[in-house]
């Protein structure tokens, strides 16, 4: 496989990988087909912020953005059934059930968890030793702009400590099994192991004590632009959303058996993220996942870091003060 | 499959398998028997060499038990059409003037899907005696308790909008000291609900599977034996 040159890097040498928007399909079928998956990204965006921007205290609390989200997941997955983008990633009951398992785990043990070590403690102790009334002209700032700086200061953390996941080998062991995922679909962002869960999680946007409708804006933009990172819907996507925002196409490049591929398009909602660093590639895959497409059942996932952590530690030591020549090699995928 | 064709070249018996629970329809949360028609034309060779496609697939160890063919799946792909039904047993009987294809399916996915309620409900329960805990916990700093109230007492400052959201006309943000009464009836860090709300989704999920996949199976078995096989070329 030859690959595309893009920037310094090969893409597409090892897996099949379609770089540049030029050469992805297009929405097949009459103009109403065309006109809804053209339209329908911009469309909910603009809503869902038109929404919380006008809704009153009484409706614009949690409760109403949880009660958002499970319609809208519902919705997105009625359009994976209309308008897969490929047949080969569509939703079985067994994936479905798998990938509800991990959104379940998300809402009820990782959320517990994280009240106690991650982001609740975190934000709950700075919040704690600083005065945050020198933060006031944040509170100040028009309602669009706080939520603007909260998504993209958010996915500027998220970003960073995704690229960390790629590039340093104990985070890389929290984050390789949600790799392991062989087709996207809206859920797939819950699958992986609960430590890396955690630490994606973690994010400083959460320590402004912003107004709480700026907060309900800000994960208006992530549900209506970030959500379709794993999506299975075939979109024309606008060419300045593509600029700004992450895409499924470019989520499935991040996700694809070419190892060049996965090291790309780390951000998770504004891909200028990527462009500014250079880790953009602008392209689509449809093959993903790892060691030939092994997919990682449930169990596996649940105990990858610490089965794979304590192998590489005993390799290391070994390796180190040459003791045992029997410890096992260092094995980054198992060869199961 | 031609190593697993031979021994239905003669009649066939019934070929239940006996293995498992005893409990009567126990098994059915996790098991799937059936039966869909062959075509009396086809020998039970033939029959089972238009399933062959269907079954080996990655990851499927395939075999022969008395009459019957054994198949057995080590975690299937995403797409494998037969990936909820990790274990199966398939024979060919005869019935009346023509011949059905039996089928006993064995599925770890339905198992646990129907067993997922319980963890859910285990995560509420757990959210509840934690609450309970804190509550306890915080009681008993009735002192330290008291200074927090204090401070709590002290007016919060009331945020305002911004000119330009006061002039596109969003709602003003409530003043903090307004509503008090309503949270100090407190319900503690954790909501069990999440858990409740998963373990009903689970069990209507189940009910989905155990109806939807047999279909798609009884289905899948009537299309694979309706498709004449291709003699492989070259």
Not at chain 1, 178 to 198: C, D, M, R, S
Not at chain 1, 253 to 270: A, K, Q
Not at chain 2, 177 to 185: L, R, V, Y
């Amino acid at each position: 496989m030859a690959g595309v040159q893009v920037g310094k890097r090969i893409i597409g040498a090892t897996a099949p990988v379609t770089v540049g928007w030029e050469n992805i399909p297009k929405v097949e079928g009459g103009p109403i087909k065309q006109f809804v998956f053209t339209y329908f990204q911009p469309a909910m965006l603009f809503a869902a912020i038109l929404f919380w921007y006008y809704a009153p205290n009484w409706l614009a609390v949690a409760s109403t953005a949880i009660a958002i989200r499970l319609g809208w997941t519902v919705l997105l997955l009625a359009l994976e059934w209309v308008n897969p983008r490929h047949k080969s990633w569509q939703l079985t009951w067994k994936e479905g059930i798998s990938d509800a398992f991990y959104v379940g785990l998300g809402m009820t043990f990782i959320g517990m968890a994280d009240a106690y070590i991650g982001d609740g403690a975190i934000i709950g102790a700075v919040q704690g030793a600083f005065d945050w009334k020198k933060f006031d002209w944040f509170t100040g700032l028009p309602l669009l702009l706080q939520a603007l700086l909260i998504s993209m200061i958010f996915d500027f953390g998220q970003y960073w400590m995704h690229r960390a996941m790629h590039n340093w080998h104990p985070l890389w062991l929290t984050h390789a099994p949600h790799h392991y995922i062989t087709q996207l679909n809206v859920q797939k962002g819950a699958v992986g192991n609960p430590v890396e869960l955690f630490l994606i999680g973690l994010g400083i946007g959460g320590l402004f004590d912003f107004l709480p409708r700026a907060f309900l804006l800000a994960g208006a933009i992530g549900m209506t632009v970030g959500v379709y990172q794993h999506i299975n819907v075939r979109f024309n996507v606008p060419r300045w959303w593509r600029f700004l925002f992450n895409t499924t196409e470019h989520h499935s490049v991040h996700h694809s058996r070419d190892y060049e591929g996965t090291r790309s398009n780390y951000s998770g909602t504004w891909i200028i993220w990527d462009r500014m660093f250079g880790t953009c590639v602008d392209g689509e895959a449809e093959l993903l996942g790892m060691e030939e497409g092994r997919r990682m059942h449930i169990g596996e996932t649940m105990v990858y870091p610490f089965r794979e952590g304590w192998r590489d530690s005993k390799a290391w030591l070994a390796k180190k003060f040459g003791a045992r020549a029997a410890a096992p090699q260092a094995q980054l995928e198992p060869a199961e | 499959m031609s190593e697993a064709a031979g021994p239905w070249g003669a009649a066939v018996q019934s070929a239940t398998p006996a293995r498992g629970l005893r409990i009567p329809y126990v098994d059915m949360i996790w098991r799937v028997r059936g039966e869909v028609p062959v075509d009396q034309t086809l020998t039970p060779e033939e029959a089972f060499a238009r399933l062959d496609p269907l079954l080996r697939t990655p990851g499927t160890t395939l075999g022969v038990e008395g009459n019957a063919l054994v198949y057995a799946k080590h975690n299937p792909a995403a797409q494998d059409q037969m990936a909820t039904f990790t274990r199966g047993r398939l024979w060919i009987e005869r019935a009346g003037a023509g011949a059905v294809l039996r089928f006993d399916l064995f599925s770890h996915a339905l198992l646990l899907c129907f067993l997922a309620p319980l963890l859910f409900l285990g995560f509420a329960q757990l959210a509840v005696t934690i609450n309970a805990y804190e509550a306890a916990a915080a009681k008993a700093e009735g002192a330290s308790q008291k200074d927090k109230k204090k401070d709590e007492d002290k007016p919060k400052p009331v945020k305002k909008l911004n000119p330009i959201d006061e002039f596109l006309g969003a709602p003003a943000p409530e003043d903090p000291n307004k509503k008090k009464d309503k949270k100090d009836e407190d319900e503690g860090r954790h909501s069990p609900e999440p858990g409740y709300f998963l373990a009903g989704l689970f069990a209507l999920l189940y009910l989905l599977g155990r109806w939807l996949e047999p279909w798609l199976a009884r289905r899948r078995f009537r299309a694979a034996l309706a498709e004449p096989v291709v003699p492989a070329t070259s």
